[in-house]
């Protein structure tokens, strides 16, 4: 009798045993596979002959010349994050010299700043601006400018118009003017008045915005497209104070107007 109740405590036991190990078995199996997985998916991203679209990859920086992905505008921002990678980055797409730091002020500099000429095929009057600018600029003329412009005119964009960069003023607003610091006063911005082409035709925004033309067609899909590289786009579309030029930011909070 005495046996037997020690015999069935045994086996109750070694019941509870088991049961108590398969979590543990069940546990190291999930961390082999999450290894495998990880490991895989590292050889997928890091092996020279990987399938994986280097567009596509997380782990190769940004080409300009790459097709444009959801990864694109995570690329972008650590292609600006240093003044290094985004000189890399631009490469021959930009025709830039760069220059030591301007400090005027605590509110009024420009770091990281270049003198710029060219993004692509098209070029602009010199300028002095923030790598970040002529790398966002470098993009928006790759990806939208260029191919909008075959599209609807069957020409290049030869040059890109501007009104400025670097400005040490005071934010405008349509109330008037503030004690906020324009993002200009960084050259963290640069306001875009026309377009050029290898055709003749000259675009102008204060002239060709409104309507159903090709011509403003265009400035309405460059606005789209500037929307896509740039932090804040404003447009005409905006306000008043912005009927004759495109404000392209490289930061701010996503504003497409």
């Keep these: 009798m005495r ?43 890091m092996h020279p002959a990987t399938p994986l679209p280097r567009e596509w990859n997380p782990v190769q920086p940004l080409r300009i010349t790459d097709p444009v992905t959801p990864l694109t505008q995570w690329k972008l921002a650590r292609a600006t994050a240093t003044p290094e990678s985004c000189i890399a980055t631009l490469g021959d797409h930009g025709a830039v010299t760069t220059m030591d730091d301007l400090e005027i002020t605590a509110q009024c500099h420009i770091r990281n700043r270049v003198t710029l000429s060219g993004v692509g095929q098209s070029r602009l009057a010199e300028i002095e601006t923030r790598c970040p600018i002529a790398l966002r ?86 606005r789209d497209g500037a929307c896509r590289f740039f932090k804040l786009t404003l447009s005409p579309d905006y306000n008043a104070l912005h009927a004759d030029h495109f404000h392209l930011q490289s930061r701010g909070w996503g504003l497409c107007r």
Excluded at 17 to 38: D, E, I, N, V
Excluded at 173 to 187: I, L, P, V
Aim: proline share 2%; glycine share 10%; with cysteine.
């Design 3 to 45: 046996h037997s109740i020690r015999q069935a405590k045994a086996q109750q036991v070694a019941k509870e045993t088991k049961k108590r190990g398969r979590p543990l078995l069940q546990g190291a199996a999930a961390l082999l596979f999450l290894g495998m997985l990880g490991f895989g998916s590292y050889q997928l991203l």
């Design 137 to 222: 600029l470098a993009m928006w003329e790759q990806h939208s400018l260029q191919p909008v412009a075959q599209e609807l005119f069957g020409a290049n964009v030869s040059e890109i118009t501007h009104i400025g960069s670097y400005n040490c003023r005071a934010m405008r607003t349509g109330r008037g003017d503030t004690t906020r610091m324009s993002t200009h006063a960084t050259a963290d911005a640069i306001d875009i008045s026309g377009f050029q082409f290898s055709d003749g035709r000259n675009l102008r925004l204060i002239d060709d915005w409104g309507g159903e033309s090709d011509e403003a067609k265009f400035l309405r899909a460059a």
